[in-house]
């Protein structure tokens, strides 16, 4: 009998740093080795560079820095283990996306990646060119077929492997998180493996880079598809699997349990990944904290309370920029929050810089009436407080505009939209409520009347957001249909919902395109957020309807 001790090691890697991310390889594969007697570690795709590099794939030395990675694994890997790693290669003049395997001082194997997507934040067409050859190893006796992400969602790749003789298949991945992604994994693996009679161990990254936040969540299937194990969400750590070979039949095992879904599960897990994503964006780009304006609304509550989750209170700044229109409600609970969670607050009134303003603007609006430019006048002072903040003290200035708000351009340039991460960028309006009660429901966060008022942008008297648009569960209802599944306008009229509502709707976040052009990345969480997988023209004559 055979057996295999396999290490699911689902890493934090960082985008270009290859000394650093081989490094965490060497000593995750030194704690596996000094542990079991042969470990076969299981690291994500592209581990060496990390992902996803984009341009710097073309760069000219990235030839070099893969090369000099891999020769390092090579000469400094403990003999007594097998460590299966991901890298882009040159070949032949083609850059491939590669997975090899490193033992005893040589790299015995590798394979290259035949399924690249091409679709909402993926490009990999641009980069790579697929493989088209199964990848079967002998390791200790068992033949290993090597697959690589998308090779897992089509038939071929797998089929290929078991046609090849696999008895197992590994699986690296960089997989990014959206909202129900865990459960979709878990059914095509567990498909594909039923169909070919493999087990197939899933290794994913976990992390934020830029936009997107890479959720881990590994897990191995045994050949009748049933779920063996699988890894926490959101945490890096290393999970052991067993391998038993009896008359050519590969059973796995593991002493790990199976994370099991809370009832709370989306949210939870939504709730982590804007935490993961805040607080990897201002580590890895080593900002010493991060300040951003707290108004008394729910949205820059939320801001606030993940930012004190990912970084902890005391790398966080919190600044009340009050004016006329500003409620003493909404002074006072601002202030209540940032005692609660333990922040520093400052009060700076915005009026004298308006005043200012407006007196240097004195000529120029003689004879025009007030209007949404004193309103934004509001917004660009408190944008220029917080960027000399920023500029001074270093710190990350964090938005706070949602992406109901920036669907239909609810927000103002070089206002409200100046700063460098916006939190909640892809997160809709009444999934911030939703989320501010999940936060309350750990521990004392958001005061309450923060989440029962009604929504105001406070920029005039007795304000309201629903003055201005449809209410939040209609709006956002409309946005998911039309930004995240592409319906036309007479298709979202089919839904039941009001022509006149969605025709305006609709002509407002085609028109806003140029503002959300010119907004800060955010985190990532549903499946086509306003960033790297929706992207559309600014000058266009499109027609609503269409």
């Not at 951003?292 to 990912?310: E, F, I, K, Q």
Request: hydrophobic share 40%.
């Amino acid at each position: 009998m055979t057996t295999l001790s396999i290490l699911m090691a689902q890493i934090n890697t960082q985008v270009g740093d290859f000394d650093g991310n081989v490094d965490k390889i060497l000593a995750v594969v030194a704690d596996a080795a000094a542990a079991r007697e042969l470990p076969v570690v299981v690291f994500p795709e592209l581990t060496l560079c990390g992902y996803p590099p984009e341009d710097l794939l073309l760069r000219p030395s990235i030839e070099l820095r893969v090369d000099a990675a891999l020769a390092r694994l090579t000469s400094e890997l403990p003999a007594a283990a097998y460590a299966v790693v991901g890298y882009p290669r040159l070949l032949e003049g083609k850059l491939y996306n590669m997975a090899g395997v490193v033992h005893r001082g040589a790299l015995i194997a590798e394979y290259r990646k035949q399924a690249l997507p091409n679709y909402q934040v993926f490009d990999e067409k641009r980069y790579f060119t697929p493989g088209s050859k199964p990848c079967v190893v002998d390791i200790a006796g068992v033949p290993v077929g090597l697959t690589i992400c998308e090779d897992i969602w089509e038939d071929g790749p797998v089929s290929g492997s078991a046609s090849a003789g696999a008895q197992l298949i590994l699986n690296l991945n960089s997989s990014p998180y959206h909202i129900g992604k865990r459960s979709e994994r878990v059914a095509l693996v567990s498909a594909r493996a039923k169909a070919s009679s493999t087990p197939i161990v899933y290794v994913n990254q976990v992390g934020g880079q830029d936009e997107l936040v890479f959720d881990g969540g590994s897990f191995a299937v045994g050949h009748d598809g049933q779920l063996i194990t699988s890894a926490p969400s959101f945490e890096e750590g290393q999970f052991w699997l067993e391998a038993h070979c009896v008359d050519d039949a590969l059973q796995l095992s593991s002493s790990e349990p199976v994370t099991e879904p809370g009832a709370d599960e989306e949210l939870e897990a939504t709730w982590k990944a804007l935490v993961l994503g805040v607080r990897d964006y201002v580590n890895k780009n080593r900002f010493p904290g991060v300040v951003l304006g707290l108004s008394g609304g729910v949205d820059s509550a939320l801001t606030l309370a993940v930012a004190v989750d990912a970084l902890g209170a005391e790398r966080v700044e919190a600044i009340m920029m009050p004016f006329r229109y500003t409620s003493q409600m909404s002074v006072e609970d601002a202030a209540e929050q940032s005692l609660t969670l333990g922040v520093k607050h400052k009060v700076i009134s915005i009026e004298p810089i308006y005043e200012a303003f407006m007196a240097s603007l004195e000529e120029e609006f003689a004879g025009y009436t007030p209007d949404t430019t004193e309103e934004n006048l509001q917004a660009r002072c408190r944008g220029v407080l917080l960027m000399s903040v920023s500029n001074k003290k270093g710190s990350l200035v964090l938005t706070t505009g949602n992406k109901s708000e920036m669907a239909v351009g609810y927000s103002t340039l070089y206002g409200d939209m100046a700063g460098g991460f916006d939190v909640l960028k892809d997160v809709p309006k009444t999934l911030v409520f939703a989320l501010c009660r999940y936060r309350n429901s750990l521990g004392p966060c958001i005061p309450e009347r923060v989440i029962e008022r009604p929504p105001s942008a406070e920029l005039a008297p007795d304000q309201k957001d629903e003055d201005s648009l449809p209410p939040y569960d209609v709006l956002d209802r409309i946005l998911e249909l039309y930004v995240e599944q592409d319906y036309s306008a007479e298709a979202i009229i089919g839904e039941g919902m009001d022509r006149e509502q969605v025709q305006r709707v609709l002509r407002l976040v085609d028109l806003n395109e140029y503002k959300r052009r010119q907004a800060p990345i955010g985190v990532r969480i549903t499946r086509r957020g306003f960033g790297r997988d929706r992207r559309y023209p600014i000058t266009s004559a499109w027609k609503i309807g269409d």
